[in-house]
């Protein structure tokens, strides 16, 4: 009997670039929503305007994604930047104030905008005045000797994080993997696997909301659209995809839901110098056959005077000495096997 599974929580979220580089990853998520919309239009010929047929077309793919965290990774992904080591920052610290309101700040003030090196002195009082700087050192008219102050000033961090945002950004586009767990209640362990999906190409929106209440916690959100994408085209029929789906149950095999053995082509005949290899194919209880490992298959010939089988499928003519049968077993499971009949002559 199969067993029932729930996709549960939200998802981890890992995104890579064009480089395949790791560019940020979420643990925190409160959201991770995949939605796909399609749309249609009717035609209609005939007498009473008649549905003729339905054409499908515009299929699209967003996804909503948010971390409970502060995320600065999401944020620069959002307006196609890079986060940069070392800001310049507001900064404050205490001044104890010589005779004459002289003080001097530990750290090198900057100029905010022009030249003029400018700071902010609170004193006790609450009162703030805005002072000039000459290297460090400044002097508050009215100060007092001994007086503690915060003084208030621009400064380099060379540890800051900083993420500019251009008046004219455009979005990164990223490779999206997002992992969820299976659960279900039919197992003797609740989580039984995991669901990845895997977005080759989505391009993020641009939009954020960064929401700061006396509260709340501000979470940190990351939209996207896919685009499709080629990756997977291999031959003529192929078309571009938007994501794949992946379901992974723990502690299983491939060959647990699978019924039958099938190999491609049926019987077959070989001359002298002639080999063929075999392509198997497994049947599943559900769902489409699919090509299994070989390693885990096992191959016997029945008369290998005519014809010989190795450990990878690999038939190979001996003699003409008529008809032998060709098997191929799971070996996990040899009582799931397939035959064919291999004529040398």
């Not at 077309?57 to 995320?71: C, G, K, P, R, V």
């Not at 507001?90 to 700071?119: D, R, S």
């Not at 800051?160 to 659960?183: K, Y």
């Amino acid at each position: 009997m199969a067993i029932r599974k729930f996709l549960v929580s939200t998802a981890d979220i890992y995104a890579y670039d064009n480089n395949m580089n790791l560019v940020l990853f979420g643990k925190t998520m409160l959201d991770t929503s995949i939605e796909t919309t399609l749309g249609n239009t009717d035609v209609r010929a005939g007498r009473g305007n008649q549905l003729q047929y339905i054409y499908y077309h515009t299929a699209e793919m967003t996804l909503n994604i948010s971390d409970a965290q502060w995320n600065l990774d999401f944020l620069a992904q959002q307006v196609g930047q890079t986060i940069a080591t070392g800001a310049n920052i507001y900064t404050e610290e205490n001044v104890t104030l010589a005779a004459g309101g002289g003080g001097t700040v530990v750290g090198t003030p900057l100029a905010v905008t022009g030249t003029t090196l400018y700071g902010w002195v609170t004193q006790s009082d609450g009162v703030t005045t805005k002072v000039t700087f000459t290297g460090s050192a400044f002097t508050l008219a009215g100060g007092a000797e001994n007086e503690v102050v915060c003084v208030r000033y621009y400064a380099l961090d060379a540890a800051a994080s900083s993420l500019t945002i251009p008046s004219n950004f455009i979005p990164a586009t990223l490779r999206l993997v997002l992992v969820a767990q299976l659960a279900s209640s039919d197992a003797s362990t609740n989580i039984i696997g995991e669901v990845q999906i895997e977005v080759p190409r989505a391009s993020l929106n641009g939009a954020f909301t960064i929401s700061m209440t006396p509260d709340g916690v501000a979470s940190t959100p990351l939209m996207a659209r896919a685009i499709a994408s080629n990756d997977a085209i291999v031959g003529c029929s192929d078309e571009p995809t938007y994501a794949s789906i992946k379901e992974i149950l723990y502690n299983t095999n491939w060959y647990d839901s699978v019924v039958a053995l099938a190999i491609e082509g049926g019987d077959f005949g070989l001359t002298t110098g002639q080999t063929k290899q075999l392509v198997v194919r497994a049947v599943p209880q559900s769902g489409a056959s699919f090509i299994p490992p070989v390693a885990d298959l096992t191959f016997a010939s029945s008369a290998v005077g005519a014809a010989t089988v190795d450990a990878a499928g690999l038939v190979t003519f001996v003699g003409a000495t008529g008809p032998t049968t060709i098997k191929a077993t799971i070996t996990a499971v040899p009582a799931i096997d397939a035959n064919v009949i291999c004529t040398a002559s």
